[in-house]
Nanobody, 125 residues
Framework: QVQLVESGGGLVQAGGSLRLSCAAS????????MAWFRRAPGKEREFVTA????????IYADSVKGRFTISRDNAKNTVYLQMNSLKPEDTAVYYC??????????????????WGQGTQVTVSS
């Protein structure tokens, strides 16, 4: 099991940027495929992006393509989500999640067994 802690959320104006971090402990990050999900007010949690253990392959939800970038630094046991050109509809609690690297990329919540507690991102118009 790996423990995940998100940080970097906050309040930003539309068009602005934020960078979220997800720090892992308990296991080495290179053993995991990592992902970000989000839950907007009154909505179900949804997939945002995922990255394989090496960082060599990523997938994104259509709603964030071209604006968000996922990256990882296995030496620092940290995954990042750079969010640019933020919109009010990006307002949500953002969660990082992990699944064993052997299973590859996925955009399904049920495939991820470890979750952080979430960090709030609020985008004002």
């Amino acid at each position: 099991q790996v423990q995940l802690v998100e940080s970097g959320g906050g309040l930003v104006q539309a068009g602005g940027s934020l960078r979220l971090s997800c720090a892992a402990s308990g296991r080495t990050l290179s053993s995991f495929t990592m992902a970000w999900f989000r839950r907007a007010p009154g909505k179900e949690r949804e997939f945002v992006t995922a990255i394989i253990w090496s960082g060599g392959n990523t997938i994104y939800a259509d709603s964030v393509k071209g604006r968000f970038t996922i990256s990882r630094d296995n030496a620092k046991n940290t995954v990042y989500l750079q969010m640019n050109s933020l919109k009010p509809e990006d307002t949500a609690v953002y969660y990082c999640a992990a699944r064993p690297a052997d299973y590859g990329l996925s955009n399904r919540q049920v495939d991820f067994g470890s979750w952080g507690q979430g960090t709030q991102v609020t985008v004002s118009s």
